[in-house]
T-cell receptor, first 115, second 113 residues
Framework: DADVTQTPRNRITKTGKRIMLECSQT?????MYWYRQDPGLGLRLIYYSFDVKDINKGEISDGYSVSRQAQAKFSLSLESAIPNQTALYFCATSPRPGANTGELFFGEGSRLTVL | DAKTTQPPSMDCAEGRAANLPCNHS???????VYWYRQIHSQGPQYIIH???NNETNEMASLIITEDRKSSTLILPHATLRDTAVYYCIVREGGASSASKIIFGSGTRLSIRP
């Protein structure tokens, strides 16, 4: 089983619909992240959380919200989806960085298409 | 977080060493250099990281210049499976670091047979 699990893996929806992407992890990490990737581009940070109840905006948070329900769960919501939110979404976790840690562990991605 | 600059694409012959450069001229003293790669549309995979000294693991070697303004990731014997987008990132270390992790556009490495 994957250490970082994203659901759903693929989703097609219509403009205006509310969508939730879920992420759960079994790594015991404090820190969790949501990234978005568009074709041919790198990853852009949407939101991140360093602990339960801690939520921080990333580069492109407009149109998105998140919830950190527990240490192991971090959900991304699109309240009213629009076509330019069509993208590949990745959840990631990391331990608190130390002298030799801090690497990110990624889920397998959730492909969202908004028609 | 400091910005990094990487060439958009490179290619390398199978079996040869692949050397991927990264410029990070504004890196600060407590920032580490991390490398990740992304194969097709999979989640990025950690490769290696370092602060000042050169580092080597089973996947690659990382060479950081003395002034720390640039680094090179070396894949010693590239294979077709190394075809991927490679990302160079700088971020703070330390247990109290609150730095977020920002990815750039990376370098698309193509390994030719």
């Amino acid at each position: 089983d994957a250490d970082v699990t994203q659901t759903p893996r693929n989703r097609i929806t219509k403009t205006g619909k509310r969508i939730m992407l879920e992420c759960s992890q079994t790594k015991g990490h404090d820190r969790m992240y949501w990234y978005r990737q568009d074709p041919g581009l790198g990853l852009r940070l949407i939101y991140y959380s360093f602990d339960v109840k801690d939520i921080n905006k990333g580069e492109i948070s407009d149109g998105y919200s998140v919830s950190r329900q527990a240490q192991a769960k971090f959900s991304l919501s699109l309240e009213s989806a629009i076509p330019n939110q069509t993208a590949l979404y990745f959840c990631a976790t990391s331990p608190r960085p130390g002298a030799n840690t801090g690497e990110l562990f990624f889920g397998e991605g959730s492909r969202l298409t908004v028609l | 977080d400091a910005k990094t600059t990487q060439p958009p694409s490179m290619d390398c012959a199978e079996g040869r060493a692949a050397n991927l450069p990264c410029n990070h001229s504004t890196i600060s003293g407590n920032e580490y250099v991390y490398w990740y790669r992304q194969i097709h549309s999979q989640g990025p995979q950690y490769i290696i990281h370092g602060l000042k000294n050169n580092e080597t693991n089973e996947m690659a070697s990382l060479i950081i210049t003395e002034d720390r303004k640039s680094s090179t990731l070396i894949l010693p014997h590239a294979t077709l499976r190394d075809t991927a987008v490679y990302y160079c990132i700088v971020r703070e270390g330390g247990a109290s670091s609150a730095s977020k992790i920002i990815f750039g556009s990376g370098t698309r490495l193509s390994i030719r047979p």
